[in-house]
């Protein structure tokens, strides 16, 4: 009883701490003002998520802590059957999570391409500007 209790302790101060650092973050990504709509966007769905996996640890913390006083019954499997599905959600979120920032990557990765090309191709103009010579001097030249 004494480790499960501190092992729910443990998962409690992790929740905390958690749900601090999310905040944070949040706080830091909504006060930029030049961020996209789909980045806003993003930022607020990974706050949302991992609230709510903050909360599902929490809770899972506090199945844990009052676990033992359940009877063993068709309750203690009825409970701990809810704890391990509150479980399960907390890693699809996790997984959704990490699914959302590969996408989030990939996008970025794309406007990072397009931007390199709009250069490159700026760049190749202005080039082509520069070692062309005029059209004034060629038109003298092949008047001679």
């Known amino acids: 009883m004494l480790i499960s209790a501190i092992v729910s302790t443990l998962l409690l101060c992790l929740a905390i701490l958690m749900h601090g650092m999310n905040q944070a973050s ?9 961020q996209p709509d789909y980045l806003r966007s993003f930022h607020a769905s990974q706050f949302r998520r991992r609230t709510a996996v903050c909360f599902i640890l929490a809770g899972v913390a506090g199945a844990i802590m009052i676990g033992h006083f359940i009877p ?11 704890v391990m599905l509150l479980v399960f959600w907390m890693v699809i979120l ?4 990490i699914m959302a920032i590969r996408n989030l990557l ?20 202005s080039r082509e500007d520069r070692e062309s010579p005029p059209q004034d001097s060629v038109d003298e030249n092949s008047a001679e």
């Not at 063993?72 to 809810?82: E, K, T, V």
């Not at 990765?109 to 700026?122: G, N």
């Open 26 to 34: 949040y706080r830091r990504s909504s006060a930029a003002r030049d």
């Open 72 to 82: 063993h019954s068709i309750f203690y499997l009825i409970f701990w059957g809810c």
């Open 94 to 97: 996790a997984m959704v999570d």
């Open 106 to 125: 990939l996008i970025e990765r794309d406007r990072h391409i397009a931007r390199r090309r709009a250069l490159e191709e700026q760049y190749g103009k």
